[in-house]
């Protein structure tokens, strides 16, 4: 090889890796980014977090370093289930609501104030 082609050659090789360093910060950030998902995060650690110390010297990134710093530096936070409406309501949720007067015909006067007092007729009397 002459000294030209050992230079384009270098060339080549230099513009290849500066190009997959520079797409690897951006894949540090999507990593980052998964690894976060139902976890949180105090600003100090993040600011902290140096992208460059998960890029390897061959412009690859190193995924399970970036999953461990995360697993380190945050907790896992627990998604509360939607309420969907359905279920026990009122003062006492171990007991049911009662939704229509056919209910009530079974129920002497004593246990109907009860249920009213528990909260249970609150969506019969229009309260929810």
Do not use: C
């Not at 230079?7 to 090789?13: A, C, G, R, S, V």
């Not at 105090?42 to 390897?56: G, M, V």
């Not at 995924?63 to 309420?83: G, R």
């Amino acid at each position: 090889m002459t000294e030209t082609e050992k230079l384009i050659e270098q060339t080549k090789t230099e513009t290849a890796l500066s190009v997959r360093r520079e797409f690897a910060n951006k894949l540090v950030d999507a990593e980052l980014k998964s690894a976060l998902q139902g976890k949180l995060m105090d600003a100090d650690s993040l600011l902290s977090f140096e992208k460059s110390s998960f890029i390897l010297d061959d412009g690859n990134i190193d995924s399970e370093a970036i999953q461990s710093w995360v697993e380190a530096h945050s907790k896992t936070t627990e998604t509360p289930a939607p309420d969907l409406g359905q279920g026990a309501r009122g003062k006492n949720p171990s007991k049911s609501q009662i939704r229509n007067r056919d209910e009530l015909k079974n129920m002497s006067p004593a246990e109907i104030l009860a249920a009213r007092n528990d909260g249970r007729l609150d969506t019969l009397m229009g309260k929810h």
